[in-house]
């Protein structure tokens, strides 16, 4: 089966390790001359946009995308020629936080306090209502922690608008979320109706980019149920086919939802080798009408981003250590890979962690033994 992908980043690149071993073919849109998924397989240097496209995927036998800023139109002029998975109509209402609010509000989801803004006294009257602290959001293309400004005061508010005006698409005012700890749940659902969600996986970010994940936190178990509940109804009215991650807040009041990603997430990376069956396997079952895989945790999964840069390999000395390289040149704030320590529990986890000292620099390490302490 070939599988044409919009975008040939990192998670189309881990969709196609997962693919090849099931026979699957790669065919990757992207307009980066060096998109990290090229050397496996064959690479159309095309923007997402215009006839050519049809072209450039002619022969898939099914489309997807690995990049949430795709133009929604162009998946909804694909699946004219095309069996296109996830939906244009979930690209669609992901690519603008406004509407995603709607959708899980409309579901019963509690979601952060928040208000359309669109000119300086829509701020001021949103920050009113709202209070401090707040965040500054623009409504589309934001993603790691882009296009986000943070007000912890009225006197916030200038600056915020100052940076933040031009952004195409309007913007948003979100109550900051007093939460505990951060969270994600990751689904699939098959062609048929069939839905199966991994465990909660327990997220740490910095700067709005996802540091570490922690899959089968023992911890989270007792949101697993609630957590699913809220996110079961959204797949459904969605007709949702493939693989999701709804990021979420964990509260005193119980869970609060950011936001969905109607793709494979980096939150779930640890799945590759701490699950039965990866994110990214399931996905790829999941639009192609394959049984789907066993969602199970093997053990406690620890996923570690490598941003910027890679560190030195001497971590792959630690027992059970998975590395993953993206291909990527350095740069400040790209994420160029990620290691996965897959261990038997949490305790074995808490026992070994000063190992994992040479997996990245000092200042990372302690905020990762931090991040892991501070929930027991
Ligand atoms: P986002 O781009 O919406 O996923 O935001 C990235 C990160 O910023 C989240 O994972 C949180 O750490 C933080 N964040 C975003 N929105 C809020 C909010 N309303 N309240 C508190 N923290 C937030």
């Given at each position: 089966m070939r599988i044409g992908v919009l975008g040939g980043g990192q998670l189309a690149r881990m969709l196609a390790l997962a693919g090849h071993p099931l026979g699957m073919s790669f065919v990757f849109v992207d307009p980066a001359a060096d998109a990290c998924a090229q050397s496996l397989g064959q690479h159309q240097i095309s923007d997402w946009s215009g006839e050519h496209l049809i072209e450039a995927l002619a022969g898939c036998d099914r489309v997807t995308f690995d990049f949430e800023n795709v133009p929604a139109h162009t998946l909804t002029q694909l699946t004219d020629h095309?069996?296109?998975?996830?939906?244009?109509?979930?690209?669609?209402?992901?690519?603008?936080?406004?509407?995603?609010?709607?959708?899980?509000?409309?579901?019963?989801?509690?979601?952060?306090?928040?208000?359309a803004v669109s000119d300086r006294p829509g701020l001021l009257a949103a920050l009113a209502d709202l209070g401090c602290p707040a965040i500054l959001k623009t409504r589309r293309m934001g993603y790691d922690g882009k296009g986000q400004y943070r007000l912890d005061t009225p006197e916030d508010c200038e600056p915020a608008w100052q940076t933040m005006a031009e952004a195409p698409g309007g913007l948003i005012l979100e109550q900051r979320v007093p939460f505990t700890a951060e969270c994600a749940l990751t689904a699939v659902r098959s062609q048929h109706g069939e839905v199966r969600f991994y465990p909660l996986t327990w997220t740490h970010h910095e700067a709005g980019i996802l540091r570490f994940a922690l899959g089968g936190a023992r911890w989270l178990e007792s949101f697993q149920h609630q957590a699913e509940a809220q996110v079961r109804p959204i797949l459904e009215a969605l007709g949702y086919v493939g693989a999701m991650t709804v990021e979420l807040f964990v509260t005193e009041t119980?869970?609060?939802?950011?936001?969905?990603?109607?793709?494979?997430?980096?939150?779930?990376?640890?799945?590759?080798?701490?699950?039965?069956?990866?994110?990214?396997?399931?996905?790829?079952?999941?639009?192609?009408?394959?049984?789907?895989?066993?969602?199970?945790?093997?053990?406690?999964?620890?996923?570690?981003?490598?941003?910027?840069?890679?560190?030195?390999?001497?971590?792959?000395?630690?027992?059970?250590?998975?590395?993953?390289?993206?291909?990527?040149?350095?740069?400040?704030?790209?994420?160029?890979?990620?290691?996965?320590?897959?261990v038997d529990d949490e305790s074995s986890l808490m026992a070994g962690l000063d190992g994992l000292g040479p997996a990245m620099d000092a200042n990372a390490f302690q905020a990762l033994t931090g991040w892991i302490k501070s929930v027991g």
């Open positions: 095309f069996n296109v998975a996830p939906s244009a109509k979930a690209l669609s209402i992901s690519q603008d936080r406004l509407d995603e609010k709607a959708l899980f509000h409309d579901h019963g989801m509690a979601v952060a306090p928040h208000a119980g869970l609060v939802v950011n936001e969905m990603a109607p793709r494979v997430h980096n939150s779930a990376h640890w799945t590759i080798d701490g699950a039965v069956c990866s994110q990214f396997e399931n996905h790829l079952r999941a639009i192609a009408d394959l049984p789907l895989g066993a969602t199970a945790a093997t053990g406690a999964a620890l996923m570690i981003n490598f941003i910027g840069q890679l560190p030195s390999t001497d971590a792959l000395a630690v027992p059970g250590l998975h590395w993953h390289a993206y291909g990527k040149a350095p740069r400040p704030g790209r994420k160029v890979g990620h290691a996965t320590w897959v």
